[in-house]
């Protein structure tokens, strides 16, 4: 993006921007995905199980015109990232789906540290950055409801009409192209991306279940004793509640875009997707939606609340009635439910905010969840990128009282956590946003998967039961492994 373009705001678009064309029939999202996957930044924001309220679409995108990386260190990264989009911001066609192109990929855990005064992880083996995203000006957007599928290409970041035309036009014939040819084998290895990292440098690891080469970064009686230290935390009034997680981290076997292949056909969620960040890609089968905003309007859906879900249906249904009876998980849906819309109304119109649902059992593959909704509206002046500085990051993976909850998870998890926790989404043109919680999620970076798994800890938790429910959440990762 030139230096020009930087500062100045697009004019409206032409009645013929962008440039959209109906892919009739509407190709499987999964062979676009291995056309695409080897491009620059590609990105798959993957509505794998199907849901007409929260899994209606999906996008592909890849080789964006600009890329934002910001540091953990030395970078603002959300007035960035505002600062990127600014020039572009345009109204949406209400008749598509809502992303046309606009930023998109993934937002770090520890960006955290620079919304909140908190203290770095012991080790960052990965220096995942705080933020990556590339502006993409062609996506290909699919209404899983409807049966259909467009090419929307901007063409920016051209401004003056003609050349934004022949832009649009030459983006999209090559996406077309593209279409037509057999589909790649892979995207990205495990080795060439960037210079495997050694063992040796590793945060201490300790053997896991699973297969040999699986390690976690706490031994099973580290994890249950902080599980007991969070317990004195709460009982000396610090906090309410607070997520911890073990890192798992296996050795990569092969590239990013097959293990995100295996994920989606074993633990298929709503909120899947694949971010290829150059260096480190991500893979996630998340079930939890952070935030959304439609045209001002906002919605957030914590979970809080997980039961394994046997294979015998008598015994799932079982688990389901003990999950909605069990007065420690609704607990902890409610604690998370309560900081959210705190986080809400620090942006939204304070009377806006509401919970639309409160504690309602959606199930998985492998597990039961108790799902809240909390919805607002944003208050005049107040944008998407005001939204994710009031609350990210999202209340259901710290604990509460949030930042406290922080500073212990800081204390206690020996490893960053890197994308996990943080928010995969796009931010689009117009405004219109949706972003993930990044759990169910594989980060792979130098030669290494990492797939940390959590769960959160109140007062009436039991160790044991803790550390069995991070396996019962890792079940569908490591089966996707090999």
């Known amino acids: 993006m030139s230096g020009s373009a930087s500062r100045r705001r697009a004019p409206p678009p032409a009645a013929d921007l962008p440039r959209v064309e109906e892919l009739r029939p509407a190709p499987a999202a999964e062979s676009c995905f291995a056309r695409f996957a080897a491009l620059p930044h590609c990105l798959w924001l993957d509505s794998a199980a199907f849901d007409p309220q929260v899994g209606k679409y999906s996008f592909l995108a890849a080789d964006p015109f600009d890329y934002l990386e910001c540091p953990l260190e030395g970078a603002d990264a959300l007035p960035a990232l505002a600062g990127r989009l600014r020039p572009f911001l345009q109204d949406r066609r209400p008749e598509l789906p809502p992303f046309q192109g606009g930023a998109a990929g993934i937002l770090s855990y520890e960006l955290g540290r620079q919304i909140e005064a908190v203290p770095p992880p012991r080790y960052d083996e990965f220096g995942l950055p705080a933020l990556a995203m590339g502006l993409y000006d062609v996506v290909l957007a699919f209404d899983h409801l409807a049966g259909r599928a467009w090419l929307i290409s901007q063409g920016l970041p051209e401004f003056e009409p003609s050349r934004r035309r022949a832009r649009a036009a030459a983006r999209a014939a090559f996406f077309h192209r593209l279409l037509a040819e057999p589909p790649r084998v892979s995207g990205r290895s495990p080795t060439t991306s960037s210079p495997p990292l050694s063992s040796a440098v590793l945060a201490p690891q300790f053997p896991a279940r699973g297969p040999a080469s699986l390690n976690s970064s706490f031994s099973r009686e580290g994890y249950l004793a902080a599980v007991r230290r969070i317990v004195d935390y709460i009982r000396a009034g610090d906090v309410f509640q607070v997520n911890l997680a073990q890192r798992l981290i296996h050795p990569a076997v092969d590239d990013a875009a097959a293990l995100y292949r295996r994920l989606r056909q074993r633990n298929a969620a709503p909120f899947a997707g694949y971010f290829d960040g150059g260096r480190f890609q991500v893979v996630?089968?998340?079930?939890?939606?952070?935030?959304?905003?439609?045209?001002?309007?906002?919605?957030?859906?914590?979970?809080?609340?997980?039961?394994?879900?046997?294979?015998?249906?008598?015994a799932a249904r079982?688990?389901?009635?003990?999950?909605?009876?069990?007065?420690?998980?609704?607990?902890?849906?409610?604690?998370?439910?309560?900081?959210?819309?705190?986080?809400?109304?620090?942006?939204?119109?304070?009377?806006?905010?509401?919970?639309?649902?409160?504690?309602?059992?959606e199930t998985y593959r492998y597990v039961h969840h108790l799902v809240s909704v909390?919805?607002?509206?944003?208050?005049?002046?107040?944008?998407?990128?005001?939204?994710?500085?009031?609350?990210?990051?999202?209340?259901?993976?710290?604990?509460?009282?949030?930042?406290?909850?922080?500073?212990?998870?800081?204390?206690?998890?020996?490893?960053?956590?890197?994308?996990?926790?943080g928010s995969m989404g796009y931010v689009g043109f117009d405004g219109t946003m949706d972003l993930s919680i990044l759990i169910r999620t594989i980060t792979a970076a130098r030669g290494w998967w990492q797939l940390p798994v959590g769960g959160g800890v109140v007062i009436g938790s039991d160790p044991e039961r803790e550390y069995e429910e991070t396996w019962h959440k890792a079940e569908g990762l490591i089966r996707a492994l090999r």
């Open 374 to 421: 909390v919805e607002g509206r944003l208050a005049e002046g107040n944008r998407a990128v005001d939204l994710i500085a009031a609350a990210f990051p999202g209340g259901s993976i710290t604990g509460a009282p949030k930042v406290r909850a922080m500073e212990i998870v800081a204390e206690l998890e020996p490893t960053a956590r890197g994308a996990y926790c």
């Open 318 to 361: 079982a688990a389901a009635r003990r999950l909605l009876e069990s007065e420690k998980d609704r607990a902890e849906n409610v604690m998370i439910v309560d900081l959210m819309r705190n986080d809400l109304a620090k942006v939204c119109r304070p009377e806006s905010v509401v919970v639309a649902a409160l504690c309602r059992l």
């Open 284 to 314: 996630s089968a998340s079930p939890e939606r952070f935030l959304k905003v439609v045209d001002g309007l906002v919605q957030t859906r914590p979970i809080k609340g997980t039961a394994p879900r046997p294979a015998e249906r008598a």
